[in-house]
């Protein structure tokens, strides 16, 4: 829980991971010992891919004796201890000793001591610096060693930008430092495709790499040095329920190295798998 002052007034927010909000109903209720339920509502959704937390407003009647945590301002540096508190297979949980080993644009990574059987269900808690500052949210863990990873806690506050400006808050997105497009809270860039010559000469999905996505520079992400095109997929998912407009969709931006020009598309599904279909292939001239 954390507080936000807006235009005067405070708010209570509840913080946890998008991909739990987009599996629940769109009215949750938050329970705590020795109260009714209380009924909430996801006001703001990120990207399950990529900026995976939501948002909930805590309803007025919320029991004050509950202290609100203050987000950090500065992002931890690799070594640094931090711990966490949540839930592990139903039985709470506070973890102690959380060392920082990796920062990246998009990820935080530390170490997490705990048998990987023992952690379902800890995802959307908060990890705290030795001050009790909240510097990330935890979003899941490898399946094969002692890590685990974290969005920074700087991204709840553009979540909470996004939400005071109709769900926006945009990211710029630089191929070899030329700006290509831009990148909302609720997208995610799911692959990045090369073409030379009209045929695919890489293709690299970003599912189980998002640590490695920099928005800043793109070309990082491109499989192949020297390719004609490059084409950005970006998944666009709803940022609220309470916006029956806002649909699920894709983003292709197709851009031009030797012209710099970027052509976007909005596409309603991908025709082929989102697996890697293989190299060499005709590309498609739609996807």
């Not at 959704?45 to 203050?70: C, H, T, V, Y």
């Not at 500052?133 to 935890?138: I, K, N, S």
Request: proline fraction near 7%.
């Amino acid at each position: 829980m954390i507080e936000e002052e807006f235009e005067g007034e405070k708010q209570l927010w509840g913080v946890t991971a998008a991909h739990i909000a987009r599996i629940m109903n769109a009215y949750p209720a938050v329970w705590l010992e020795d109260y009714a339920p209380f009924p909430v509502e996801f006001a703001a959704i990120g990207n399950a891919g990529m900026l995976d937390l939501a948002l909930f407003q805590l309803p007025e009647e919320w029991p004050r004796s509950i202290p609100a945590l203050k987000l950090a301002e500065q992002t931890p540096k690799p070594g640094e201890k931090t711990y966490s508190f949540g839930f592990f297979n139903d039985d709470f949980f506070l973890v102690p000793n959380r060392e920082i080993k990796e920062v990246t644009p998009t990820r935080l990574i530390t170490s997490l001591e705990i048998e990987t059987s023992h952690r379902g269900g800890a995802c959307g808690s908060p990890i705290l610096n030795t001050q009790g500052e909240v510097v990330g949210v935890h979003i899941g863990s490898s399946d094969s060693k002692q890590i685990s990873f974290a969005v920074p806690a700087a991204e709840i506050k553009r979540m909470l930008q996004a939400y005071h400006n109709k769900g926006q808050s945009l990211q710029p997105l630089l191929f070899n430092g030329k700006k290509i497009g831009d990148l909302n809270v609720n997208e995610s860039i799911s692959r990045v495709l090369t073409v030379t010559d009209g045929y695919t000469t890489g293709d690299f999905v970003t599912y189980h790499y998002e640590k490695d996505v920099d928005y800043a520079h793109l070309e990082t992400l491109s499989p192949d040095a020297d390719p004609d095109e490059v084409h950005i997929i970006i998944s666009h998912q709803m940022f609220s329920y309470t916006d029956k407009t806002d649909k699920d969709f894709f983003i292709q931006l197709i851009h031009n190295v030797a012209s710099g020009k970027t052509v976007r598309r909005v596409i309603p599904y991908l025709s082929y798998p989102h697996h890697k279909p293989g190299l060499g292939r005709p590309f498609p001239g739609k996807l």
